[in-house]
């Protein structure tokens, strides 16, 4: 049974960094692609990054290049997003999701977390 589980968020300053963390299970991340999304309210979800399985290339959107990193613990089957120099644009609720082929558009992933909520303000 394919699960994922995100953890992590919380409630940071402007400027401040969080790492939020997607465990996988019932499958292996060494030939998935787990990709990051986030959805704030009265918006529609938008892709974040997403990182290969079989050769770990990353994607990041324009809006978080240079502050979020996206990596891989195989041997924890766990992937993470590390988020420095957040915004309050940032706050949104996150997802991780899994998809066969490495691309930042929702609807070519299949399953997806329940979400943690990540909220920017002062």
């Known amino acids: 049974q394919v699960q994922l589980e995100e953890s992590g968020g919380g409630l940071v300053q402007p400027g401040g960094s969080l790492r939020l963390s997607c465990a996988a299970s019932g499958f292996s991340l060494d030939y998935s692609v787990i990709g990051w999304f986030r959805q704030a309210p009265g918006k529609e979800r938008e892709g974040v990054s997403c990182i290969s399985g079989r050769d770990s290339s990353t994607t990041y959107a324009d809006s978080v290049k240079g502050r979020f990193t996206i990596s891989r613990d195989n041997a924890k089957n766990t992937v993470y997003l590390q988020m420095n120099r957040l915004k309050p644009e940032d706050t949104a609720v996150y997802y991780c999701?899994?998809?066969?082929?490495?691309?930042?558009?929702?609807?070519?992933?299949?399953?997806w977390g329940q979400g943690t909520q990540v909220t920017v303000s002062s």
């Open positions: 999701a899994t998809a066969r082929t490495a691309t930042l558009d929702p609807q070519q992933y299949g399953y």
